[in-house]
């Protein structure tokens, strides 16, 4: 009896490890696939599980986004986590908005770069940012109803 369950014991401990490897695989293969807009080799699995999603597209880097800043140029910034619930509600009503208004708004990932939080002074996600001459001009920050990101476009954004 004894011999059973240390054979069945074994089983399952190679059963999870060879689990555990399938998934690194796949996950390493769809960083691989995607092109990986985030310049890092190990991602969170939220944002794996985000890189092939169209809401997500049209990543920025901190130093990208800091440079684009500083150069004056108007930058709408989305900032969101993959894993935080009021981003997962938000983004599939914002990102179409933005489509159908013709606003170039590009998305950091707070979960990747969290550093960031104190970089633009981000207190909750979401926060749309826009910027003009290298200053913040608006910010809208939380889970709102499409009108009201239609409101913050068409005043902030839409008005240069």
């Known amino acids: 009896m004894r011999n059973k369950m240390l054979i069945f014991g074994g089983i399952v401990v190679l059963l999870f490890i060879a689990l555990y490897f399938v998934t690194n695989y796949q996950n390493n293969q769809a960083v691989e696939n995607s092109g990986n807009p985030y310049g890092k080799e190990n991602l969170d699995q939220a944002t794996i599980d985000q890189l092939d999603d169209p809401n997500y597209q049209n990543q920025i880097r901190p130093e990208e986004l800091s440079e684009r800043i500083e150069s004056g140029e108007p930058t709408t ?26 606003v170039e708004m590009v998305k950091l990932n707070l979960l990747e770069f969290e550093d960031q939080w104190g970089t633009y002074g981000i207190e909750a996600t979401p926060t749309v940012v ?31």
């Open 130 to 160: 826009h910027f003009e001459d290298g200053e913040e001009v608006s910010r809208i920050t939380g889970a709102h109803p499409e009108e009201n990101f239609r409101a913050f476009f068409n005043e902030v954004v839409l008005s240069e």
């Open 77 to 102: 910034v989305y900032f969101y986590s993959p894993t935080c619930v009021y981003c997962q509600q938000t983004t599939p009503k914002l990102v179409p908005l933005t489509e159908e208004m013709d």
